[in-house]
């Protein structure tokens, strides 16, 4: 059974940075694409960010290049979000996924290429 946990989340003024981490267990991990969703209160969830299963091709949604960054330590189970310049727009939960198929050949951004997800973990921003 995959297991995805995320920590990390917070409350931080505007401006302000957090890394989130999602540890995985249950299947051989760096096999899989993994990737960041977020929710905020009223919205549908969108992609932020994806990474592929050996720590290439990053691709983020528009709204947060430049600030934010994938990264993965296979080594360790785990993939990261460092978030920077955190905007009051970026409060959501948020949410790790890991892919649906190994060694996948294209970015996976849609969340329907996804079968595991995590609880979420909140990121409030105030201004």
């Known amino acids: 059974q995959v297991q995805l946990v995320e920590s990390g989340g917070g409350l931080v003024q505007a401006g302000g940075s957090l890394r989130l981490s999602c540890a995985a267990s249950?299947?051989?991990?760096?096999?899989?694409?993994m990737g960041w969703f977020r929710q905020a209160p009223g919205k549908e969830r969108e992609f932020v960010a994806t990474?592929?299963?050996?720590?290439?091709?990053?691709r983020y949604t528009a709204s947060v290049k430049g600030r934010f960054t994938i990264s993965r330590d296979n080594a360790k189970n785990t993939v990261y979000l460092q978030m920077n310049s955190l905007r009051p727009e970026d409060t959501a939960v948020y949410y790790c996924?890991?892919?649906?198929?190994?060694?996948?050949?294209?970015?996976?951004?849609?969340?329907?290429?996804?079968?595991?997800w995590g609880q979420g973990t909140q990121v409030t921003v105030s201004s």
């Open positions: 249950g299947r051989t991990f760096s096999n899989y694409a």
């Open positions: 990474i592929n299963w050996s720590g290439g091709s990053p």
């Open positions: 996924a890991a892919d649906s198929v190994a060694f996948r050949g294209r970015p996976v951004v849609a969340g329907s290429d996804f079968a595991f």
